[in-house]
C-alpha cells in the first residue's frame, strides 16, 4: 500500500503522532496553498441542532471566533453546512455568492473571503469536512486538486491515529452495538431479540457500558457516545 503513495505530504504523515502534529500538518497546508486558517469539522446528522464550535474537532481559527459566531448565528442554516451533507463533492465559496444571502451567508458572518470545503470520511464510514478559509483569489484548478488530495490523505492519517484512538473507550463490539440499538430507542427487551440474547444479559451489558463511560441514564450514555464518536 505505501508504494502507492507519491506524495511528499505522505513523509511528513508517517512521522505525525498526536494533535500537536495534525496541526502542524494542516495549519502548513493551508498557508501553502494561500489560505489562512483551517478547520476539520464533524458533519453528523443534518437534522441535528448544532453549533460550530462543538463540531470543530481540530481547528486554527482566531480564539473565539466560532463561540461568538454560535451567540448570533445556527451553524445548520447555513447554505454551506447544508450542502456538506447533501454532497460529497469539494466546493469553493465566495462571501460575495449570490446563492450564500438570505442571512445564511456563513462566510461574511465569520469575516473570510474564501472557503474550501474538502468533505471526507472516517474509516468507519463517519463524515467530516476539511475546511480552508483565507481572503485570497480564488483557487486555481490545479491547486485545488493538489489541496484535496493533501487534505484527505491527512485527515485518513489523523483519524486513524487520534479520533478513532479515543472512539470506543473500552467498549467491546457487542456493548457498541447495544449502545447503538439503545440510540435508536429501542428498548431491553427488544435489543434482546434483535441480537438473541435474553434481556437480562442486555441490561448487564448496558450497567456496563454506563459505568464504562462514567454516566448515569441512557440520554447521558447516547449523548456521550456521539460526541465522543463511538457511534453515529
Same mark, same amino acid.
Given at each position: 500500500m505505501k508504494n502507492h503513495r507519491r506524495y511528499d505530504i505522505c513523509s511528513d504523515l508517517e512521522k505525525a503522532l498526536n494533535r500537536v502534529d495534525f496541526f502542524r500538518i494542516f495549519h502548513n497546508m493551508s498557508l501553502r496553498f494561500g489560505f489562512d486558517h483551517f478547520g476539520i469539522l464533524q458533519l453528523g446528522n443534518e437534522? *441535528?441542532?448544532?453549533?460550530l464550535s462543538n463540531r470543530l474537532t481540530l481547528h486554527d481559527l482566531p480564539s473565539g471566533l466560532a463561540e461568538e459566531y454560535d451567540k448570533r448565528h445556527r451553524f445548520g442554516d447555513s447554505v454551506v453546512y447544508k450542502?456538506?451533507?447533501?454532497?460529497?463533492?469539494s466546493s469553493v465559496w465566495r462571501a460575495d455568492d449570490l446563492h450564500l444571502g438570505n442571512g445564511s451567508n456563513l462566510l461574511a458572518q465569520l469575516g473570510f473571503e474564501l472557503l474550501l470545503c474538502v468533505p471526507v470520511n472516517g474509516i468507519n464510514g463517519a463524515r467530516y469536512a476539511v475546511l480552508?478559509?483565507? *481572503?485570497g483569489d480564488d483557487i486555481e484548478r490545479q491547486e485545488h486538486f493538489e489541496l484535496c488530495y493533501d487534505a484527505i490523505a491527512a485527515f485518513d492519517y489523523f483519524y486513524r491515529l487520534v479520533l478513532s484512538n479515543k472512539a470506543g473507550l473500552?467498549?467491546?463490539p457487542r456493548e457498541t452495538e447495544i449502545l447503538r440499538w439503545i440510540s435508536h430507542g429501542k428498548t431491553a427487551s427488544e435489543i434482546a431479540l434483535i441480537v438473541s440474547v435474553s434481556e437480562h444479559t442486555i441490561n448487564s451489558h448496558t450497567a456496563t457500558i454506563l459505568k464504562k463511560l462514567d454516566v448515569v441514564n441512557?440520554?447521558?450514555?447516547?449523548?456521550k457516545a456521539i460526541r465522543e464518536q463511538?457511534?453515529?
Open positions: 437534522n *441535528d441542532a448544532c453549533m450542502s456538506l451533507h447533501a454532497s460529497g463533492i480552508f478559509l483565507g *481572503d473500552g467498549l467491546t441512557r440520554t447521558q450514555m447516547v449523548a463511538i457511534i453515529q
